[in-house]
């Protein structure tokens, strides 16, 4: 992925998937910055010059998994942005961010609060426009009170994940009551709970 490139699904070679999935996991046990070339190499049983013939630096790791991750979210977003702005719009992206946090609570911190992630993503411009594009549609505007909405929605669904006090619901209840819940705050009605 270039700096100019948008966000999308790419398929990998499966030694680079074999690098991500090992790196993913332990970037979500240890983070990002106590994660080596060298241990991503030994979860995966090479050496570390294997890694680095697929890629030459972990920043180019971090971005791979992270656009890898995020990609997940691309036709729903599409979907969304082809409904145009509104309620409907805002209520389709929402229920899949949900179902995929929820779907990967403990990888939810890696890729939203680790630092070394954050500073990459600030300064990535595929995805900051990735990431501009979805607060469109998440938005009911764009003043300032929207952007607090949206950062207040998304520190909201990441904490519900991670918090010790949500470990022992299970995902179907997690994700139904986070989405009602998550609509009020960004004022989409609720609609009837899925069992």
Known sequence: MVADEPLMVVEHSAARTRILDAALELFARHGVSATSLQMIADAIGVTKAAVY?????????????????????????????????GPAARDEL???????AVRDRRLVSTLQFDPVVVKLLAEHE??????????????????????????????????????????????????????????????????????
């Open 94 to 100: 929402l229920v899949v961010v949900i179902e995929m």
């Open 53 to 85: 013939h697929q890629f030459p630096a972990k920043d180019q790791i971090v971005l791979a998994v992270t656009a890898r991750e995020l990609g997940r979210l691309v036709p729903a977003l599409e979907r969304a942005e082809a409904l145009g702005a």
């Open 126 to 195: 595929p995805f900051r426009g990735f990431m501009a594009r979805l607060y469109g549609v998440l938005l009911a505007d764009s003043g300032e009170d929207a952007r607090l909405e949206a950062a207040m929605l998304a520190g909201a669904i990441s904490s519900a994940v991670m918090n010790p006090l949500a470990a022992d619901i299970d995902d179907d209840t997690l994700r139904d009551r986070l989405t009602d819940l998550s609509r009020r705050l960004i004022g989409l009605p609720e609609k009837g709970r899925r069992r």
